[in-house]
Nanobody, 123 residues
């Protein structure tokens, strides 16, 4: 069993930045690919970013390329999402997820999910 807890969400002005963190339990964190998703009001959950177990490969939704950066620190059992140049359209609940393969993370097929953290971008 893996527990994921997101933090770092909040209210930010358009054009600003936030860094989200996801802390994972367990001693096998380094074996998992990790990802971030978001769900805006009235919208379906969408893929944002993913990172392989060793951090060697990263993937991003087209809408966030060049602005968001996913990273991980396996020694701290933590994955991060640095979000820059935020827009009001990116207001959503952001979820951390874990799975055994990066490909399945990108497809939303994740074995474990966090509870989500709210990000609100004001205009």
């Amino acid at each position: 069993q893996v527990q994921l807890v997101e933090s770092g969400g909040g209210l930010v002005q358009a054009g600003g930045s936030l860094r989200l963190s996801c802390a994972a339990s367990g001693r096998t964190f380094s074996s998992y690919a990790m990802g971030w998703f978001r769900q805006a009001p009235g919208k379906e959950r969408e893929f944002v970013a993913a990172i392989s177990w060793d951090g060697g490969s990263t993937y991003y939704a087209d809408s966030v390329k060049g602005r968001f950066t996913i990273s991980r620190d396996n020694a701290k059992n933590t994955v991060y999402l640095q979000m820059n140049s935020l827009t009001p359209e990116e207001t959503a609940v952001y979820y951390c997820a874990a799975d055994g393969r990066t490909a399945t993370i990108r497809q939303g097929r994740c074995d474990y999910w966090g509870q989500g953290t709210q990000v609100t971008v004001s205009s």
